[in-house]
């Protein structure tokens, strides 16, 4: 899609706007949207915004649509800011260039890794060869809007990026470690810890979400699944069914629950690593969760968590006994054979979204073939 006009073009996962913008300009954004709705705009050749134009985006994210602005100058950034425009539209600014050097290493995780700045105030999150500027701008925007709905978080800041390593910088919280980390230097606080990430995960998925902020989880994997390349036709039939039939729901998803994504300092418990949070049928979680304690490669566990398998598939048990509060094997049996159904459909989205990994797709088609 081209509009001379209205100076905008869809080029890959964006949507780009050039010029002065102004409400002249909304009725063009919001059908590029409506034919385009997972596009993040691109204002990187915005020069301004007048107040027309805030109100039409306004109007647009107050009808239901997603806006998610990024590579916006530091002048448009303010004048959102200024307005209040950015707590109801997602805008980031420009990527700062990204500088190690006052930086010491952590932590890792699936997509990325962690440092420490030596001042002792902020983390930055570097992702790795799968990372891109739309998944650091939607990590940034979603853990803002978590943080203002009310979900215990870090702060979120700035994107950075070295051209060709993207990151993210977050609050440190002071003498932190996560749960998982707990568990495997403590581990007779093993019991202890997974109960309070049951309690925790429960209570996160009765509580309510904002749908007319956050995503539909069952819209995101239809997206990705539906459109990806990587798989056969009958795998993605098998899939967009099991998607339609998953049953209706409005509470919060964490979009990667498991007990690394939990840090403490001894008097607060944080969810980390938000930007697949959205709401949904509460197995869509849980998914996650059963593929790294139960379907990951031992490696991939003891890489992540400093865990074996068998002290993986312990935890898990014991997350289950918690959270779903029963002893019952029946019970546990049923809820877990559901759970493994769930995350068959989650490692076809990873792979749909950010490759496959050699162990995955013997497990997907000795499922769904």
């Known amino acids: 899609m081209k509009d001379e006009k209205n100076c905008l073009r869809a080029e890959g996962n964006r949507i ?3 010029g002065s913008l102004t409400g002249e300009g909304i009725d063009a954004i919001k059908a590029a949207l409506q034919e385009h709705p997972t596009f993040l705009l691109d204002f990187s050749e915005v020069e301004d915004v007048n107040f027309a134009a805030m109100r039409g985006l306004l109007n647009i994210r107050k009808a239901g ?3 998610s602005i990024v590579n916006a100058s530091d002048a448009v950034t303010e004048k959102f800011e200024d307005s209040g425009l950015s ?3 997602s805008i980031c600014r420009k990527a700062k260039p990204l500088d190690m050097s006052r930086y010491e290493e952590f932590g890792e ?13 902020a983390m930055i999150k570097v992702y790795g060869k799968r990372g891109s500027l739309e998944m650091v701008a939607r990590e940034k925007a979603v853990a803002r809007a978590v ?14 990026s070295d051209g060709e390593k993207w990151a993210l910088d977050f609050e440190r919280i002071e003498g932190k470690r996560s749960f998982s980390r707990i568990i495997s230097e403590e581990p007779e606080k093993t019991e202890e810890i997974t109960a309070c990430f049951a309690r925790m995960s429960r209570q996160l998925h009765r509580t309510p979400c904002d749908t007319t902020i ?9 997206h990705v699944i539906g459109g990806s390349a990587a798989i056969s036709e009958t795998i993605r039939e098998k899939c967009l069914a099991f998607i339609d039939a998953i049953p209706d729901a409005v509470t919060c998803l964490h979009g990667d629950l498991q007990p690394s994504n939990v840090i403490t300092n001894g008097k607060e418990n944080l969810w980390i690593d938000l930007s697949d949070f959205s ?3 509460p197995m869509m979680d849980m998914s996650m ?5 139960n379907v990951a490669p031992e490696p991939m566990m003891v890489h992540l968590f400093h865990l074996g398998k068998e002290q993986m598939r312990q935890i898990w048990e014991i997350f289950c006994r918690h959270y779903f509060d029963t002893e019952d094997p029946a019970v546990l049996a049923e809820k877990e054979a559901e759970a493994r159904r769930y995350c068959i459909l989650h490692m076809v989205y990873l792979g749909c979204l950010s490759g496959f990994e050699p162990f995955m797709m013997p497990i997907i088609e000795k499922e769904l073939l």
């Open 87 to 89: 707590s109801f539209v």
């Open 109 to 121: 995780s699936f997509m990325s890794k962690a440092y420490n700045s030596a001042d002792g105030d």
């Open 289 to 293: 969760w059963y593929f790294l304690s």
């Open 147 to 160: 943080m203002v709905f009310g979900i215990p978080t870090p702060l979120v800041g700035t994107v950075h």
């Open 16 to 18: 780009y706007v050039k």
């Open 65 to 67: 649509a997603g806006v």
């Open 279 to 281: 709401y949904g049928y």
């Open 214 to 222: 956050f995503s539909d989880r069952r819209a995101v994997y239809r």
